[in-house]
C-alpha cells in the first residue's frame, strides 16, 4: 500500500483510492486522521497537543502518507483501529 500510494499527493491519493474501490471523501479521511494523530499525542506518547509533541516532529522531511502508516496507524493496534471504525465518535485509548 505505501509503494502504490506515497507519491501521490492528496488529490491524486483519493483519485487512486476510488479507483480501488475504497469511496471515501477528503472530510473523512480528515477526521479519521485527526483522530487518530490526536490519540497518538495525548494517549500514546502522552505528550501536550501542541508544537511540542513528537508526533509532529516525527513528520517533517518525510512524505506524508509514509508518516501516515509508519508513525501514526502502525502506532495503533488492529483492535484499536476496528474500534473507530465501528463508532467514530468513540475515544480510542
Known amino acids: 500500500m505505501l ?3 506515497n507519491l501521490r ?3 491524486e491519493l483519493l483519485f487512486q483510492a476510488k479507483n ?3 469511496d471515501f471523501t477528503a472530510d473523512e479521511v480528515a477526521e479519521v486522521i485527526g483522530k487518530l494523530e490526536a490519540n497518538v499525542i495525548l494517549n500514546k506518547d502522552r505528550d501536550p497537543y501542541d508544537g511540542t509533541s513528537r508526533l509532529w516532529h516525527r513528520m517533517w522531511g518525510r512524505r506524508h502518507f509514509e508518516y501516515l502508516i ?3 496507524v502502525n502506532r495503533h493496534t488492529d483492535q484499536e483501529l476496528r474500534s473507530m471504525a465501528q ?3 468513540q475515544e480510542i485509548i
Open 3 to 5: 509503494s502504490c500510494y
Open 9 to 11: 499527493n492528496f488529490s
Open 70 to 72: 509508519n508513525d501514526v
Open 20 to 22: 480501488d474501490g475504497f
Open 87 to 89: 463508532d467514530g465518535d
